[in-house]
């Protein structure tokens, strides 16, 4: 079993700054890719920002500048700081991580969710 735990989300006025975290837990013996993806209501979720294990960092255009991805491997743990946050950042963010588990298979994770709303 694996688990994504995210924290961090919650209500902020447009121009303020919010930090994601979600951290990976359970039978795992690597963490690949970690990214955090965004879902408006009415829209299909979007890739935020991808950090894989080799060190590669990719962002989508609409919040380079603005966000910062990072990770921790000993913690299991990807960040997403958020700066400068406009009302269209609103969403719910989920983290996603690849993970090899202990019995060898590699598989997608999702974490539950957690709500940014930004305020104009």
């Known amino acids: 079993q694996v688990q994504l735990v995210e924290s961090g989300g919650g209500l902020v006025q447009a121009g303020g700054s919010l930090r994601l975290s979600c951290a990976a837990s359970?039978?795992?013996?690597?963490?690949?890719?970690m990214g955090w993806y965004r879902q408006a209501p009415g829209k299909q979720r979007e890739l935020v920002a991808l950090?894989?294990?080799?060190?590669?960092?990719n962002y989508a255009d609409s919040v380079k500048g603005r966000f910062t991805i990072s990770r921790d491997n000993a913690k299991k743990t990807v960040y997403l700081q958020m700066n400068s946050l406009k009302p269209e950042d609103t969403a719910v963010y989920y983290c996603?991580?690849?993970?090899?588990?202990?019995?060898?298979?590699?598989?997608?994770?999702w974490g539950q969710g957690t709500q940014v709303t930004v305020s104009s």
């Open positions: 359970g039978s795992i013996i690597r963490v690949k890719d």
């Open positions: 996603n991580a690849r993970i090899t588990t202990t019995d060898w298979a590699d598989n997608d994770y």
């Open positions: 950090f894989t294990r080799g060190g590669r960092i």
